[in-house]
């Protein structure tokens, strides 16, 4: 299911800094269990991170993440506030 979700997050990734589909895509992250700050942040498309493991990620306020980066959350990541990857 969580899969899933994430698929959906990344079906139409938004392409401009300003475009309210960000908060779409981060809700649906959300619910396969990452904690994703409420304002600013910006996850580009092809996303990816082993399923079951979706609550070890927590993204700050304002972080951007870029198209197709691969986290290896066997463990806890944070990415702070004002982070770029």
């Not at 959300?30 to 700050?37: L, V």
């Given at each position: 299911m969580r899969r899933i979700m994430q698929r959906i997050a990344d079906l139409r990734p938004p392409l401009a800094p300003h475009d309210e589909r960000w908060g779409a895509k981060n809700f649906?992250?959300?619910?396969?269990?990452?904690?994703?700050?409420?304002?600013?942040?910006?996850?580009?498309?092809?996303?990816?991170?082993?399923?079951?493991?979706?609550?070890?990620?927590?993204?700050?306020?304002?972080?951007?993440i870029g198209h197709n980066v691969h986290l290896w959350n066997f463990n806890a990541i944070r990415i702070g506030r004002f982070s770029m990857i």
């Open positions: 649906w992250l959300r619910r396969c269990g990452m904690d994703i700050a409420r304002r600013g942040v910006a996850i580009g498309a092809g996303f990816k991170c082993i399923d079951g493991h979706e609550e070890n990620i927590v993204i700050e306020e304002y972080a951007a």
